[in-house]
């Protein structure tokens, strides 16, 4: 049965999801961050050299032991993310360093905890999103969107079914770090110019290719018109102090979560008791 199409047979298959990704993270996080930004360039800071000295290396690398176990339990669970554990590591490394006079002047612990437990909470991420389909970050839900347009259902039997693309996403963590070291060190000169394009320039040329990309997905014009709402509904979230994480998970689990629903009410013959009728059901909810 069609609901809330408003007799548009554009509507009459739903949203798709890369038109609400887009919308919220992309639309939404431009208009923000164009309408707070004041409109003078930052000053440039100067910077030292690329590599860590012995006497760095000696303070960070137990912070870079303690990251991953604050990381990746966080990435696990939903709504985590990265920024629950990096909060928590930098808080972590303040009380325990011995340099207390540093802290907000560019301590180092402060740099390599944080980073080292947000790494780690990339994994946690995929932990849940190929065993239990969950995703628990704005990625991760990028990436289930992406699995169900090729056919693949995340959960226990991915790994049957798919291990080469289970084990290749391991892997890629992996070679993903290596990548950013070798790209970034030589290019992160290059990536700070981007900050030199006046910002009326640069906000217009996200909202062009990120307009671009939507009308890519069906050659709808409505897809444009449904973009520009649901970018304005995540600017309205940000303003408000809403989370956009769990909007785009709710998007993409709802309706596996509306079909789940029925069908357990059609086996409790219509009656929602059969949804907390045993002890595992009332400590899940």
Not at 73 to 86: K, R
Not at 183 to 189: G, K, R, S, T
Request: proline share 7%.
């Amino acid at each position: 049965q069609q609901r809330l199409t408003f007799g548009s047979l554009q509507l009459a298959d739903g949203i798709d999801v890369v038109i609400v990704a887009v919308g919220l993270f992309a639309i939404g996080e431009a208009l923000w961050v164009a309408a707070h930004l004041r409109r003078g360039g930052a000053k440039p800071i100067p910077v030292g050299r690329p590599w860590l000295g012995r006497a760095e290396l000696r303070r960070t690398w137990k912070p870079w032991l303690r990251g991953p176990l604050i990381g990746f339990p966080f990435g696990a669970i939903p709504a985590g993310g990265a920024e629950i554990p990096t909060f928590l590591s930098y808080v972590t490394e303040k009380r325990l360093s011995k340099h207390q006079d540093e802290w907000g002047k560019g301590a180092v612990e402060g740099v390599a905890g944080p980073e080292s437990a947000a790494s780690a909470s990339a994994a946690g991420t995929l932990v849940s999103l190929l065993t239990l389909g969950l995703p628990t970050t704005a990625v991760a839900a990028v990436m289930l969107a992406a699995f169900q347009q090729y056919g693949i259902q995340p959960g226990p039997l991915l790994f049957d079914h798919e291990p080469e693309l289970v084990w290749g996403l391991i892997a890629s963590l992996f070679v993903g770090m290596v990548l950013l070291l070798v790209l970034n060190l030589p290019l992160a000169p290059v990536w700070a110019k981007l900050l030199r394009i006046p910002r009326p320039y640069l906000y217009a040329g996200i909202l062009f290719f990120a307009a671009v990309g939507a009308y890519a997905v069906g050659g709808e014009a409505l897809d444009l018109v449904l973009l520009l709402i649901i970018g304005l509904v995540g600017l309205c979230m940000r303003r408000y102090g809403l989370p956009v994480l769990p909007a785009m998970i709710g998007v993409i689990l709802g309706p596996a979560a509306e079909q789940q629903l029925r069908r357990a009410l059609q086996l409790s013959d219509g009656s929602v008791t059969g949804l907390v009728n045993t002890p595992f059901s009332v400590t899940v909810y």
